[in-house]
């Protein structure tokens, strides 16, 4: 993780500024974070010290449940909140949040701005509307699960998941995450490559046709 100083710090502040979002000057409080891919910005169980707010990249949400088992259950893009729930609720678990591709994110300290925030109408009718969206989704992936095929649900995690042109997500952990068997996500795979969408390189793919893939995943938002 690298902490952004001086004029970069300054050029991200401005060029990305979230001072509207709260009633009080929150940019002298903000630190400027950049995460390479497969960082972990929050370790599981571990409380964060800051409420993040995504600027640029992906990253993905993970929880242990008690057999053991780890599981991909959401993610995180631009202009997304971490450390929201821990801002609000002083008892929670904490979820890993590991990074996708290289992140940047703004960080507000909890230790100086905690009370702030939450005193704050403006930020909390922002947040609000944020938590508000979140649940939506969360509900939208398990009603998908029941009425879209794989081939779009894949299509939308691939975009999801994927580095610049590369996917490279473990099969399990798609399968988890899609409720699906090991057997059928191979199938589609297989699929989505004789079909020229993807290309297998090793271990990871290579995406060749965006506007299919877009074409596959828009369906899901346009139900």
Not at 11 to 16: G, K, L, S, T, V
Not at 17 to 24: D, Q, Y
Not at 58 to 75: D, E, P, R
Not at 84 to 113: D, V, W
Request: net charge positive.
């Amino acid at each position: 993780m690298e902490i952004y100083k001086n004029e970069k710090r300054q050029r991200y502040i401005e060029e990305f500024s979230i001072g509207h979002l709260f009633s009080f000057a929150i940019e002298e409080f903000i630190e400027v974070r950049e995460y390479k891919r497969n960082e972990w910005i929050i370790q599981e169980g571990m409380r964060p010290d800051f409420l993040f707010y995504v600027i640029e990249g992906k990253a993905k949400i993970y929880v242990t449940h008690q057999n053991g088992k780890v599981s991909l259950i959401n993610f995180i893009n631009a202009n997304d909140y971490i450390g929201e729930m821990e801002l609000l609720n002083q008892i929670y678990y904490t979820k890993g949040i590991q990074t996708s591709t290289k992140t940047i994110c703004f960080a507000i300290p909890f230790h100086r701005c905690r009370k702030q925030m939450l005193d704050d109408a403006k930020f909390l009718r922002e947040l609000t509307k944020f938590l508000s969206l979140k649940a939506t989704q969360m509900a939208a992936k398990y009603s998908q699960s029941l009425a879209f095929p794989l081939e779009n649900r894949l299509a939308d995690f691939i975009l999801q998941t994927a580095d610049g042109e590369v996917y490279k997500e473990k099969h399990v952990t798609v399968c988890d995450f899609l409720g699906v068997s090991y057997r059928h996500l191979l199938y589609v795979l297989t699929q989505f490559c004789d079909k020229g969408y993807l290309q297998k390189e090793g271990r990871h793919y290579r995406i060749q046709k965006h506007s299919a893939l877009n074409e596959l995943a828009g369906k899901l938002m346009n139900k």
